[in-house]
């Protein structure tokens, strides 16, 4: 809201919008529902009802549209991601030439999310890589389906730098907050 106050008066009208698309690729692992108990459906149930009370929860007039991400273009997600996998496997990270000791430190911001839903001693930085793909994906998917995108980032910043998708371009993503585990 408070973005969209600012803007308000700064851009005409009718040229924003905010996209609220969800990550549902999680539920469909069948690993992460049965970790949370709940089958894929009631996965992206809960999905929907997270982002109605989002759009509630935002002021009366703000363009804002919630999608799952895999509902942007389901074909053209399945594509990205594999190709996501794919420049992961070669350590290609995107534009910012991650090192592996960037790696180890984006994985150590992460370790402790990952222990509590794999347990101790987990592997940060191969859940790290499993999840990288996912990020970069969804970042060329919204590249592509709309222009000028600022990417809004909510959930962790230790994930800002696969935000930057899959190409060399640098992306605008602005995290807005730190997440603690």
């Known amino acids: 809201p408070k973005l969209w106050e600012f803007l308000q008066p700064r851009v005409p009208k ?6 609220v698309a969800i990550g549902d690729d999680e539920a ?6 049965a970790r949370v108990r709940v089958t894929r459906e009631e996965f992206i149930e809960r999905l ?3 982002q109605t009370a989002f759009a509630r929860a935002c002021p009366a007039g703000m363009p804002i549209e919630t999608s799952l991400i895999t509902e942007l273009d389901r074909e053209r997600w399945i594509a990205l991601l594999h190709e996501a996998r794919s420049s992961v496997g070669r350590r290609n990270y995107g534009p910012f030439g991650l090192t592996e000791d960037d790696l180890a430190i984006l994985a ?3 370790e402790p999310l990952y222990a509590r839903w794999y ?23 919204f590249c592509e389906r709309y222009p000028n995108v600022l ?12 935000m930057q998708g899959l ?5 605008p993503v602005l995290y807005l907050r730190n997440v603690a585990y």
């Open 14 to 19: 009718g040229n924003i919008r905010f996209v």
């Open 119 to 141: 347990g101790d001693g987990v592997d940060a930085r191969a859940i790290l890589d499993r999840q990288a793909p996912e990020y970069m994906a969804a970042t060329e998917l």
């Open 28 to 33: 469909d692992s069948a690993e992460n529902c």
């Open 167 to 171: 190409g060399q371009t640098i992306r």
């Open 151 to 162: 990417v809004l980032g909510a959930d962790a910043t230790a994930m800002a730098p696969f």
């Open 108 to 110: 150590k911001a992460r």
């Open 48 to 50: 929907r009802r997270s």
